[in-house]
């Protein structure tokens, strides 16, 4: 299993991103360092902003996820919602502004450390190993803790042997807790596509991030499973303390879910707050909602 984990390697991200990637001119991968004592929010955007070409995907956002809280990101198509998450796993260099992780700015969050900075996610597009069976893929989500060390190979200290009796453990866990160990051993692209993405939490799940970004992990789901969905991601949080960044467009999932929910038109924020309060925003109910929940109740206003 060691040859696999090797030939894994890094992330795993969908080809659009890793065309991106390697089509980018990315500077070295650097940790700016530049400490910040007062800032004890688990993240920070500051004054983000974010084009391609003429358009304008993210326009002087700032946002803060505290440490625990489950934060939602609506806004409709095209607002800016993945791509913020894009500027948080680094995929993106913003035009202007950082991101702020543990006190420390990134002009660009180095992706190759994602991992080893509590950082998680969930892609919009299924990104399983479809081949792969479904503990393996979750496997995988350890791989960079799982590589030993050239030198400790040669000498056979056998690391590599105990990580991965380790990794694997751990994966079985969090099968476990996602109810999914019933589907260990089936080839990931042949389960349906509601579970795939429970597969998709577990891997990202499997490292216990301090951090996990999900973009959309409801799309396309019937209500009962997002109902089930939620449930895992709250329990996530409850189990593991992790902080939730998701973005989602079920506003009834949302408002059940979320402790506070950041509103995207535009590229723009235009309300952050309780989710009790983001429904009876005007400006959110005029760009997303459509309709107050009075009307939805047919009181009107
Ligand atoms: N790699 C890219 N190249 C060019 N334009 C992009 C790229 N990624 C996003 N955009 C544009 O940036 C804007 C924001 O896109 P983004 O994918 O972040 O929206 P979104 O809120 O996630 O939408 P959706 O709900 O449809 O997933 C859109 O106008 C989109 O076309
Ligand atoms: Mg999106």
Redesign the pocket.
Known sequence: MTLAFGALGSAPFPPDIQE?LAGRDLPPPREDGIRDATNDAVLALVGVTLS??G?V?LQDIDLVARRGEILAII??????????INVISGVYRPDRGHVRLAGRAYAQVPTQKLARLGIARTF?NLALFKGLNVLDNVTAGLAHKTRSSFVEQIVGLGRSRTEEIEARNRAERVLDFLHLSHVGERLAGTLPYGLQKRVELARALVAEPDILLLD?PMAGMTATEKNEMAGFVRASRDEFGTTVVL?E?DIGVVMGLSDRVAV?DY?RKIADDTPDEIQRDQRVIDAYLGVTPENEDGEGI
């Open positions: 991106h391609f070409g358009v995907a806004g409709p198509n095209g607002a800016g919602k993945s791509s913020l919009q959309e973005i467009h995207l590229g």
